[in-house]
């Protein structure tokens, strides 16, 4: 293998233009040697080419066939990650893929296998484990000075609605949305959720019913390891995006508030001002795109295992099936269910 | 009635004399004229005395009967409180409560139809309503400026458990310890619950299964207004009386923290460390017995309504209810079964 | 000596109110016995009354004169304290004093050798010491985990100036307002100020010129172990009491934020509000003068040393005139001229 | 001049490979065409490639000489930073030079003189302007919504202090340390200084005094718009960088805590735990070193007003000779002084 690892980007919407910026800037044992997307046009290859990437495709076999790629970025819509994956592991090359693999289970279970028998790595990109607060969290649970966890708690609330042309596609709540706090519990308490239960509602805006979806909603969760959990989500709160965890456990509790802009306080008459959380998760997790790149690039490149697996990208989904299913059918959901 | 009101107390355990002291050193309008106690001992008598309580009866029944007698505080033990309800009813007294006034719904309702009957005043210990940061909590959200209540939110955890000995007559944890939260959630939301799913789990004291109860429960709930709440309770917190509420709103979100010692931060090499919360409720809600006494004793002299109805003291038990059979029977229960 | 404290208030305005109110209320072993006051009408006899404190009269001396009474308060006017506190002590009465003893160091001494003189106790009225926030800065330092005190800061503005005509006579900033953070910073290091240098400055209120006075001051301190300190001041503060201490040692920093009404956060489009800080030093203190008072009951009735001393009644008056002389002939000051 | 900005990086120790990584990686309009530095090594030249830069000198003059720079950076030792900036300007080149530009005044004045002469832009490294925090403070200030700047308090403390070699030729803690703070206070207030008082100690290292040099030490400032101020620095705060700012103002007050690693609470019986303060500048000021330098280069590219001028790199070395001065002299100190 090259001693920087060249990587092909498939997708360069929001998230991929995200991937590359920080791989070229902040990555440097990496090296984008190309991008595919087959809405390429002259704006993304001047963007492209500002970066120092010359090779722009609009197919995307382009890149599994491209014996200088040592690694695939799957940024592209939700549903060709399978598809990619399989290409990807056919053609030998890593993945780093974006989340959520598939909404279909059988289908990510699927391209698992391709992955398994391909012998290549595959990271899914579930960037919040990379986050400096809900690391500390997971971190200090698992260093076991606070004991048995009891109660995990994830609050979790989008700074406004996406458009409703987004919803019809997105899957629902539970596997757009609240499919990142599945990841997240699984990796506070350190054990596998064995049971939900939902309640929702629709406060934010009633086209939501339309496409059989709610706008808030609490899950509960149980865990293998005894302890029980809940996760509230809420499509919009105004005040920016809203991301706090807890974990509360036989000797002890650690919660991290959100991050703010700044820390000033403006005292007056009419009150006291704190600034907002930051707006949302580009913001928010900027430092943790980064963070989660550099692992998959050091995991490759050194043969490390990658830090969220296959199975961290099969375990949500379920959990987001059977959470949907909990709010059809009014009661507690096994994830062996589903 | 006399230009203060006439208080006979029904009950001076820990919590008799708590509301015995605040009447004497803390409300002018208010003369605690004799104490009942079938328990009263030397000890008891020579505190009441050092008060400036002479007339001290191990007979309830002299409280019932003694004509200077306005109103009684029943501080007795649960069992006891419906039926010296309906006896002071009938003596014509008004009447403040200790929660709960019975573990039976039908008990319950018997003991308000009797106040009904005799028109007297009955107010219910439901003593967090008038703490200040729950009320900062509620009275925002009545206010309307954040709009819309979508999530409610209770944190609710003792410092430690308690004796095994309590446990296994206080009726579990949904109606000895959680009720206090389902009497907030109604509060905060301004309300009605309707359904409730419950998970439990046993965290802090393997005790706890041998009287069917759990220490660690978190019980999802749905409202009246299309608002959903969830409330997390353990019977164990190591740092002390665990205290917070949240709602998120239309508009925005409203929560409080807990109250600390101080405000003190010490830095040092070895972190950054604060105060840690007031240790129990008679330092926590020290302030909110004052007031949801001042507010009785000012609701009889003054022919106003009291804060906290026999409404407020009937629905939390049913949603207890309602919980604990949720967790039995692991399926959500509307409220409306009870 | 009686059982309970007996004892004699002298003066009751606002402060001399707040003091029977505290010794009734909330000090077992006191009892107030008279109180005396030029100006008594009849509203504050009515209030005494309804203390239950029958004698109150319109001279000063039938107090020194009652035998019934072991101990005085003195609340009247600053101009009186001393000569109050030589009658008390020629009548042998132990003597809380509020602060400052006088303007006059000459005096001050007078006084105390009075005191000493008859073996009296005398208490002066410093009451932050004996709030929580402060106490813990205190008893941090104090304990030595921090190590050696390096600097020491005091943060302390009022939230509205006082009316010209209290102006007029009140000493001046330093002698007035001052003096209690000249106290505060001698309790903290546990070190005697050795000198000071002072910058002041008019933003507030222009008339505060003519009185020779400023509103807005800092103070620069030199204490005897070594460590340096700051003082600011300022007469207005629109958010509220501001009391804030700090104090940096060898291996870490302890501060202080200020008490807040409670601890809601609201988080809207417009920005994250908190609840200012408590608005004055009756709600910002009020613990602290029961504290204070029951410290000194204490001290008299079981012979034990006062919290707060006539010689911590002295040294803040030295301290303010030397900081009153830094500014005016604008160079730093060493106390041992005053 | 070019579309990108051409820069050479005058010394690339510790302070210039920070400016020169920043560049290459988060400054898309600027290009590093070449690095000097007399102690120019194999490591160092490794660095450059690794970046990018194949043009390294051990001869500062080579920069001044290459056509094809547009600008320089001067991160080398302080005693040659005027003369790089006179050899700069006489090259054509725009500056960005760190801090201080000098200890000596004349010095000073004379290397502006020669930018005057040149016409080219010179920004001088005050890098805390950048900073979210304290530019929070400043907009706040500078907005009006406060009203008039009363008191302006600026804490700055290092984790541990430097190496005695660097004490003996630092220039002390005024000119060395507080003099960020300097800038800091002219940036908050929008005003100059007029006139100082020091008080300062040594309570780290006993070693301090063998170079004249103390290692705490408070200034307080007077302010042309009669404002006053004060500043604490220490050279060790083991707790990490303690970087706060605060101005108050007639209508109110706005001030700032520290960056930390992260929001987490920990909470135990053994107390409630927070992160530390982010350890060094380095952590604490990344991100403002980044804006600082794009906001050079846009000021080049587009003929904009530098944000950090030469009379800012001048006034806080009068500021700090001034402090210095009263320290020595025991006396307030003018600036008009210096």
């Known amino acids: 293998m090259a001693k920087k690892l060249r990587i092909g980007v498939l997708g360069v919407g929001r998230i991929g233009k995200l991937h590359v910026t920080n791989l070229v800037n902040s990555v440097p044992d990496a090296e984008v040697v190309m991008v595919a997307d087959p809405f390429l046009n002259d704006d993304s290859i001047a963007w492209a080419n500002s970066l120092g990437i010359t090779n722009c495709s609009k197919n995307s076999d382009d890149v599994f066939a491209n014996p ?27 993945i780093f893929c974006e989340k959520p693999i598939s909404t279909d289970v059988k289908v990510i279970e699927d391209a698992l296998a391709a992955v398994d028998k391909a012998g290549v790595k595959l990271q899914v990109g579930f960037v919040r484990r990379f986050d400096h607060n809900h690391k500390k969290v997971r971190d200090t649970v698992a260093s076991g000075i606070l004991g048995d966890p009891a109660i995990v708690k994830v609050t979790s609330r989008d700074p406004e609605a996406p458009p409703m042309s987004y919803v019809k596609v997105s899957g629902g709540i539970f596997l757009d949305m609240m ?8 990796y506070l308490s350190g054990s596998e ?25 609490i899950v509960m969760l149980k865990f293998e390891n005894g302890a029980i959990g809940v996760i509230d989500n809420s499509r919009e709160a105004p005040y920016g995006y809203d991301q706090r965890t807890e974990v509360h456990c036989r000797k002890g509790c650690v919660q991290v508030a959100n991050d703010l802009g700044d820390t000033a306080m403006i005292s007056t008459a009419d009150g006291v001002t704190c600034t907002k959380p930051t707006w949302f998760f580009l913001e928010r997790y900027n430092d943790a795109f980064i963070a989660e790149t550099k692992d998959f690039v050091d995991a490759v490149l050194n043969d490390k295992d990658v830090p969220v697996t296959g199975i961290d990208g099969l375990m949500p989904v379920k ?15 096994k994830i062996s269910e589903i």
Chains 1, 2, 3, 4 share one sequence.
């Open 319 to 333: 959990i987001a099936i059977a959470a949907k299913r909990s709010l059809d059918e009014n009661r507690p959901v």
């Open 193 to 217: 959720v064995t049971e939900v239960s939902t309640f929702g509602t629709i406060k934010v805006d009633e086209e939501f019913a339309k496409y059989d979806d709610v706008d808030t909603a």
């Open 68 to 94: 200088d790629v040592d690694a695939v970025f799957i940024c592209s819509s939700t549903d060709t990650h399978a598809e990619f994956i399989v290409k990807a592991a056919e053609a030998g090359k890593h």
């Open 179 to 186: 499919i990142h706090d599945f990841d997240m519990v699984r």
